[in-house]
């Protein structure tokens, strides 16, 4: 069983949609990332939470550690928003992430 | 805005030959960090590094591989004796006490 799960796998939405991408995970983490992979490879940060829930302009992301849950939602979705997302938790000992498989996100104008 | 980068940005190697993928991390940032992505895969953990020496590395981190902080700027993945197998897209990243990691752009390495 793969240690950290996300799902949908692929997601297709229209313009303006809410989304949401779950993610569960078996680890004892400190913090988890959910990481922005846009075509070309690029990683980027989107968030670090390891309690409750952080807003970043349309991104929303929480946490429920004891769960061993966190989402990823995405308000008024846009094309420019197509990208993989990966939901990462971070070990308790060194910081090494340990990712997910990503949900590839489509938004269509 | 401080960035993590990483030179090449991309490598390609025959199989057998030495690789040295170099990283320039963020400055007051003291863990590091490389994972790589093979082709349509997700990204793996290969090693971190704290305080001048490796803090974790997974099992693909062998005796083939091994990391470097030669002058306090940079950080280097070296691959001795490459095989086919090792091409994939390697990311470095870096980070401050707390765990947030930067992600450099990432150098794409091909072993033919």
């Known amino acids: 069983k793969n240690e950290v799960e996300q799902s949908p796998q692929n997601l297709t939405a229209q313009e303006g949609e809410f989304i949401t991408i779950n993610c569960s995970y078996s680890?004892?983490?400190?913090?988890l990332h959910w990481l922005q992979q846009h075509p070309g490879g690029g990683i980027v940060s989107l968030f670090m939470?390891?309690?409750g829930k952080k807003k970043h302009g349309r991104l929303i992301a929480t946490i429920n550690i004891q769960e061993k849950h966190s989402s990823l939602h995405i308000t008024a979705s846009h094309p420019r928003d197509s990208a993989v997302y990966i939901c990462?938790?971070?070990?308790?000992?060194?910081?090494?992430?340990?990712f997910g498989q990503g949900t590839t996100l489509q938004v269509k104008p | 805005e401080p960035e993590v980068t990483q030179t090449p940005s991309h490598q390609v190697t025959q199989m057998g030959q030495e690789v040295i993928l170099r990283c320039v991390p963020i400055?007051?940032?003291?863990?590091f960090y490389w994972y790589r992505q093979i082709l349509g895969q997700k990204v793996e953990f290969l090693v971190s590094f704290y305080n001048n020496e490796i803090s974790e590395k997974s099992e693909i981190f062998d005796d083939q591989f091994s990391v470097e902080r030669p002058d306090g700027s940079n950080f280097t993945l070296k691959i001795r004796s490459t095989k086919l197998e090792d091409s994939a897209m390697y990311f470095c990243?870096?980070?401050?006490?707390?765990?947030?990691?930067?992600f450099g752009p990432g150098t794409r390495l091909t072993v033919t």
């Open positions: 939470l390891s309690s």
């Open positions: 990462a938790p971070g070990s308790s000992n060194t910081g090494k992430l340990i």
């Open positions: 990243a870096s980070s401050a006490e707390g765990y947030e990691q930067y």
């Open positions: 680890v004892g983490i400190s913090a």
């Open positions: 400055s007051n940032h003291l863990y």
